[in-house]
């Protein structure tokens, strides 16, 4: 664990880095968070081997997360000045959607790599989009916590979606207090997910770090959200 403040916020887009193959550095920040034990980073963006302007002038190549914080947050800028009308945390939560999957776990690669191709085309977000229900407590027979999933609809007409998990091991169970949540056209709804786990029954979660990962899925006619939770 080596996130710590101020990427540890929940309101902060913590930004990991990738190499010049695609690859997340072994340089970069890893998760869960340092106490709270949540998912971190966000989002991944290039950071190995970055070209940028150096003190008292000229250029150099320079590596690390404070090279892909800047790619974050012009992808960011860019996303805002195509919708304006976007406060930051409906931004951080679309190019969280919009992230390229790089096949790492989730505290490795968050939701992926950042791209901003189809990010401005985003119909529906949710809040938050990624899913910590926090530090199982083994001195207790049965863990149980809750979070609050907003689904945010940017479109011009209602959707409506059916929710549904993947649970990860037996002893665990992640469900939604509903089995479909309707959102009216530029409106949020919210969804309850509980998590549950049974400390004589679940097995000790693999890792690093140990975690019970796995996806809330909400399907509609009109797009599908993935919500990955751990």
């Known amino acids: 664990r080596t996130i ?9 887009l913590a930004v990991g ?4 193959r695609g690859q997340v550095t072994s340089f970069s920040s890893r998760g869960p968070t340092d106490e ?5 980073p966000d989002v991944v963006a290039p950071g190995s081997r970055i070209t940028s302007t150096d003190l008292g002038g000229g250029y150099r190549s320079a590596s690390g997360t404070s090279m892909a914080a800047p ?24 190019l969280k959607k919009t992230a390229e999957d790089l096949g790492e776990d989730l505290f490795t690669q968050g939701r ?3 791209d901003v191709q189809d990010v401005a085309q985003v119909g529906a977000t949710t ?14 027979d049965v863990w149980t916590s809750a979070d609050t999933l907003w689904v945010r609809n940017f479109g011009e007409e209602a959707r409506t979606y059916d929710v549904s998990v993947e649970a990860p091991v037996a002893g665990v169970e992640v469900r939604p207090q509903a089995p479909s949540v309707e959102v009216e056209p530029q409106d949020s709804a919210a969804v309850e997910v509980v998590a549950e786990v049974d400390n004589s029954a679940a097995p000790f979660p693999s890792g690093p770090p140990p975690a ?11 797009g599908d959200l993935e919500v990955p939770y751990g």
């Not at 790619?71 to 951080?92: H, I």
């Open 17 to 20: 880095a990738t190499d010049t």
């Open 112 to 114: 992926g790599r950042v």
């Open 4 to 12: 710590a403040s101020p990427a540890a916020a929940d309101r902060a």
């Open 127 to 140: 809040d938050p989009g990624l899913l910590s229900f926090g530090l199982v407590r083994p001195d207790e």
């Open 71 to 94: 790619a974050a947050a012009g992808a960011a800028a860019l996303l805002l000045e195509t919708r304006p009308e976007w406060a930051s945390a409906q931004a951080k939560e679309a």
């Open 212 to 222: 019970f990962t796995g996806e809330v899925a909400l399907s509609s006619d009109r």
């Open 36 to 40: 709270a034990f949540t998912i971190k």
